[in-house]
C-alpha cells in the first residue's frame, strides 16, 4: 500500500513533469492569430452564433472602432429596467417575470404569470427522499459542488430525463428554476450541520412565496425577512438572470447542449463554470479586498488616504498583489454597467436601513476615484467603470447572507437564462461546437518501453 507520503512525493513529480511539457510559447499566439478567450484584437468577442434571448451593450462599433456608450442590459428586446419598474410599479416580485420572458420569448399577461408562479411554486420542494438521499449523505463544503450533483442528481428522478423535444426541455427547465433556491438553501444548512459544526435548519418551501422570499425563509433559522430584504434580493435575481449568449456559463450550455445530451448534464456543466473566480466568484473577491481596505484605512472619508491605498492596490504592493481592483471593469461595459448603477441605488436605501451608510459611502468613493488611478497607473485611455460585482456582495453581507451562498444566488438566478439557451440550441442549432486547436508539438521519434531512462 502505498504510504499518504510516498503518494504526496510521486504527485509533486508528475506536477514538475506536466509543468515542463504543457507550456506554449506567448509569441505562437500572435504568429498564428489565435482569438485567446475567443476575443478578438480590439477586446471584442468572437462571433461564434446568433441568439433572440438576451443582448450586453456597452459599446457601438463606428468604422471599426469601439465607441463607449452608456451600458444596457436587454432581455428578449426589452431594457430589464423596464422589467425592474414595472415590477415596482405593480408591487410584484420580477424574477418570476423575468424568467418567463426567457423562456418564452414574449411577456406574460397575469394570467399567465399567475399560473407560472403556481407551477413553479409547485416543484420548490424536492421530489420524495431526496433531500436525505442526495444533499444530507453526501454534505459538501462549496455550495456550488452540492448544487451541480443535485442537478445530475434530478436525473434520476425524472420520468423522461432524456427527452430532448422542447416540450420536455420546458417541464425540466421550470422544475430546475423552481428547485434551484432549495437546492443552495438545503446545501448550506447541511454544511453548516456536517463542516461548521452549527444547528441545521431545514424549513419546507411556501409555494405561495417568491423566488427570492422562499430563499430568504428557507436560510434563516426564524424565516423571517423584510419586504426590503426580499425586494433587494429580487433586484439581484432580476439582474443576474441572463447577459448574453457569449459569457463563460451560457456557451457552456450551448456547447454541451450542441453534443446532443440531456437537460442535467448540461445544466450541471453551467454550473461548474460559473463557481469559477472568473466568473460567478468574482464578488467574494470583492468584499475580500474591502475587508483588508477597512483593515488598513483609518479615515474612511479621507479620500487621500483612500486613493493612496487603492494605489497600492493598483500597484500590486497591497492586497493579494495582483494589481487588480476587484469589481472595476468588463469585458463589454465601459461607461457604465446597467446592474450595477440599479444594485447600488437599492444597496444605498438598504445601507440606511442597516446603519451601513458609512461603509455604503466607502464603496461609493472607491467607485469614483479608481478608473482615475487605473488609468495613471497603466498610461491607458480604455474607459472603466465599476461592475455588479462591485456591490453584491455589499448587498448580500447587509442581508445576512453568508460568503458561501455569494455565487449560489447567482446560480439560482441565471438558471432562467441557461434554460433559455439550452432551449434555443435545441431549436436553432443543429451543429456541434468544434473550434480548432493548431498542434504546436514536434513530432519525436518513440522509445520502447525497456529503452527509456
Given at each position: 500500500?502505498?504510504?499518504?507520503k510516498e ?60 465607441i ?12 430589464v ?6 415590477a ?7 424574477f ?12 406574460p ?10 407551477y ?51 417541464r ?29 435548519y ?5 409555494p405561495?412565496?417568491s ?12 424565516t ?9 434580493l ?26 446532443d ?5 448540461a ?29 488598513n ?10 486613493r493612496?491605498?487603492?494605489t ?18 468588463h ?21 440606511i ?29 480604455k ?10 456582495g ?9 460568503r458561501?451562498l455569494?455565487?449560489p444566488?447567482?446560480?439560482i ?10 432551449i ?12 480548432a486547436?493548431?498542434?504546436?508539438s ?9 529503452d527509456r531512462?
Amino acid at each position: 500500500m502505498i504510504s499518504s507520503k510516498e503518494q504526496h512525493s510521486i504527485i509533486k513529480k508528475l506536477e514538475k513533469l506536466a509543468i515542463v511539457n504543457d507550456p506554449i510559447n506567448p509569441d505562437f499566439y500572435s504568429k498564428y492569430d489565435v482569438k485567446r478567450g475567443l476575443r478578438n484584437a480590439n477586446g471584442t468577442g468572437v462571433l461564434v452564433g446568433l441568439t433572440r434571448i438576451g443582448d450586453v451593450v456597452g459599446y457601438d462599433i463606428v468604422n471599426g472602432e469601439k465607441i463607449p456608450v452608456p451600458g444596457r442590459l436587454v432581455y428578449r428586446g426589452y431594457n430589464v429596467e423596464d422589467l425592474i419598474n414595472d415590477a415596482r410599479k405593480n408591487n410584484q416580485f420580477g424574477f418570476e417575470q423575468s424568467a418567463y420572458l426567457l423562456l418564452f420569448g414574449e411577456l406574460p399577461n397575469k394570467e399567465n404569470l399567475a399560473k407560472f408562479n403556481e407551477y413553479l411554486g409547485e416543484f420548490r420542494t424536492l421530489p420524495p427522499n431526496f433531500t436525505e438521499d442526495m444533499i444530507m449523505k453526501a454534505p459538501s463544503n462549496d455550495i456550488m459542488n452540492k448544487i451541480a450533483r443535485g442537478v445530475l442528481a434530478s436525473y434520476s428522478y425524472d420520468e423522461d430525463p432524456e427527452g430532448r423535444d422542447p416540450g420536455n426541455v420546458i417541464r425540466q427547465s421550470i422544475q430546475l428554476i423552481a428547485r434551484f433556491s432549495t437546492l443552495a438553501a438545503y446545501g448550506y444548512q447541511a454544511k453548516r450541520r456536517y463542516f461548521d459544526g452549527t444547528s441545521m435548519y431545514i424549513h419546507n418551501p411556501d409555494p405561495t412565496l417568491s423566488t427570492a422570499e422562499n430563499f430568504l425563509r428557507l436560510i434563516r433559522p426564524d424565516t423571517n425577512y423584510t419586504k426590503l430584504e426580499a425586494e433587494t434580493l429580487d433586484l439581484a435575481l432580476i439582474l443576474h438572470a441572463e447577459h448574453g449568449g457569449g459569457n463563460n456559463s451560457s456557451l457552456t450550455v450551448h456547447v454541451v447542449s450542441s453534443a446532443d445530451t440531456d437537460t442535467y448534464s448540461a445544466i450541471a456543466a453551467a454550473v461548474g463554470s460559473l463557481k469559477g473566480r472568473r466568473h460567478g466568484g468574482a464578488n467574494i473577491r470583492v468584499v475580500e479586498m474591502m475587508d483588508d481596505i477597512k483593515a488598513n484605512v483609518k479615515d474612511w472619508k479621507d479620500e487621500d488616504e483612500v486613493r493612496a491605498y487603492i494605489t497600492k492596490i493598483a500597484k500590486k504592493e497591497a492586497f493579494d498583489h495582483t494589481g487588480l481592483v476587484y469589481g472595476m471593469g468588463h469585458a463589454v461595459y465601459t461607461i457604465s454597467d446597467p446592474r450595477e448603477v440599479l444594485l447600488k441605488e437599492k444597496a444605498k436605501e438598504l445601507a440606511i436601513e442597516k446603519g451601513c451608510l458609512v461603509e455604503y459611502e466607502l464603496y461609493n468613493l472607491i467607485e469614483r476615484i479608481t478608473p482615475q488611478i487605473i488609468t495613471e497607473i497603466h498610461h491607458s485611455d480604455k474607459q472603466i467603470c465599476a461592475n455588479v460585482d462591485f456591490y453584491s456582495g455589499f448587498v448580500y453581507t447587509m442581508l445576512n447572507i453568508p460568503r458561501e451562498l455569494f455565487t449560489p444566488i447567482f446560480a439560482i438566478s441565471r438558471i432562467a437564462g441557461w434554460s433559455a439557451h439550452r432551449i434555443e440550441e435545441i431549436v436553432s442549432g443543429g451543429r456541434i461546437y468544434r473550434p480548432a486547436y493548431k498542434n504546436v508539438s514536434e513530432e519525436r521519434d518513440f522509445i520502447p518501453l525497456l529503452d527509456r531512462k
